[in-house]
């Protein structure tokens, strides 16, 4: 802060934020009596509150989106200059960091040609959607128009989007919803609708052919998927799974949809979490870390296939691609992407966060050992998911009173922890990890620590 500037009165801020901030996925009756929490600066992996208490924050920003950490100075300069050489211009036109972002993404993602700007992960699907859409309307009459999505995967909190959602709380009481999505099972392997059996994986990416066969192969445009299942339990891909996904839509001329949203910019240890399962997406959607939150930004990428049926019939007023993303325009996000992807390339932030994500489970996995209460302990990368539960045969789930009372532990002692809330009528039962790829053993050992020690005080309550 500048000398100049006038000096912050954080009671009045908080004030302020109890009287006129509406925040998101939060029930404000208690705020009528409580003050709600504000956070007033971050740096690395923490974060502090007006109260002057610090955290670790192992949810990166409490929706793992601030991959590289707090306070990079780098990312702040470079949108201060791009602000003042050149805010905005709508996506008609180009901007310099706007082509130079999609150069740097596309060098990741072999295979991949065009990116199509906007700013949120929401809207980057939706995007997709569209153009699903405009190509049916275009080659198939509007017949192959349907998109199926999977049980448990979320892809964004717009009517359309919500369409496509697998969580049935964040959909209820927001219907009716678009027509056209239908979805298919799951793929955890930990709750196998199939048993103890050697396929699973090949087994489950089958229901995708069930879905596309029930509906008729001629009506069916595209599936979106999560590359690993986020909010809906962090649920990786059983082994053979994406192998069996690809052949499906090749078989079938289905497009291939992938959500890197919350998986993207190296949070699983690859660039992208496709990049593990040898996986060649239509479309891949990008936001939260392709900028670590230093400025509002998603992608829509696409192959070169694709973009040039948006081109076949030149002289058709109607063939391209009508859309436009108000703030797409803005050149603060690009600019602040490319400065982020720079970091994770000369901090070998990816790299790191294979290693430190391995070491994550395997700290977790003695918990296991530990707790009865934890069932199973998955993810890839920093990016991990501890399933609780009441009994391990059975596997019936913890009321989801008790990962609610953990994450609250945690809280009190410093470290702030993610859980599945508000998505499933049973399975809100799983804590959620993604702490920010430049964390070290020492942070995921006060993470853990906080953990083993709230869920020892919970149980035994």
Partial sequence: ????????????????????????????????????PVMISGSGIHVKNADGKEFIDAVSGGVWTVNVGYGRERIANVVRDQLIQ????????????????????????????????SNSGSEANEKVYKMVRQLAAIENNGVKHKIIYRDRDYHGTT????????????????????????????????RSAYGDVDDYGERAARELEKVILAEGPETVGAVVLEPITAGGGVIPPPAGYWETIQEICKKYNVLLHIDEVVCGLGRTGKWFGYQHYGVKPDFVTMAKGLASGYAAISCTVTTEEVFDRFKANADDPMSYFRDISTFGGCASGPAAALENIRIIEEENLVENAAEMGEYLVGRLNGLKDKHEIIGDVRGVGLFVGVELVEDRVTKVPVDESVPAAIAADCMANGVIIGRTNRSFDTFNNTLCLSPALICTKEHLDTIVDAIDAAIAKVTAA
Wanted: with cysteine; hydrophobic share 35%; net charge negative.
């Fill in 86 to 117: 050149m805010c905005y211009f709508a996506g008609s036109a180009g901007n310099v960091p706007a082509a130079m972002c999609a150069a740097k993404l596309i060098e990741k993602m072999p295979g991949m040609s065009r990116v199509y700007y």
């Fill in 1 to 36: 802060m500048s000398l100049d500037t006038p000096q912050i009165d954080l009671d009045e801020v908080v004030d302020n934020d109890q009287a006129h901030v509406w925040h998101h996925l939060t029930q404000h009756k208690p705020y009528e009596t409580a003050k709600p």
């Fill in 159 to 190: 009517i359309g989007a919500l369409s496509s959602c697998g969580q049935s709380q964040r959909k209820d009481q927001y219907g009716p919803f678009a027509p056209g999505f239908v979805m298919m099972p799951d793929c955890l392997e930990y």
